[in-house]
């Protein structure tokens, strides 16, 4: 659900890229329905904490949304729209990244909300304690 990684910039916010494709299993009458920008929108946070991991020397950890909030979106995405996704890391807890995302396309914001993303060693711990 990203077609494009821009790393991180001075001010730590990572850029994602994808451009909606008629055939997109979340593309719904010509547009990007609210799950498919949800999708979107894990999967820039995930190639976020992928590459710290990986510049950091570390193992690309699975990762999984532990909530949604504050989503709201503006407009839905048209298919043939390329999105332009900024990712923020608000807190990081003990392998719990709360992340605000602001989803742009055409220079319009489309879509924002923040997620908690709770990362595969800390969901397998709290299953065997």
Known sequence: MIDGFAGLDEAGISRTTLT??????????GRLCECGIIEH??????ARAGWSALRKGGKVRLGFIGSVDDFEVLEFPQAG??????ISVVQE????????????????????????IVLEDVAEQDKTE
């Open 93 to 116: 807890v003990f392998g719990v990244s709360l992340i605000r995302a602001v989803v742009y396309a055409d220079g319009r914001e489309m879509a924002h909300g923040k997620m908690k």
């Open 41 to 46: 929108m894990a999967q820039s946070a995930a």
């Open 20 to 29: 909606v494709l008629r055939q997109n299993m979340f593309c719904e009458n």
């Open 81 to 86: 729209q390329k999105l332009c996704t900024e």
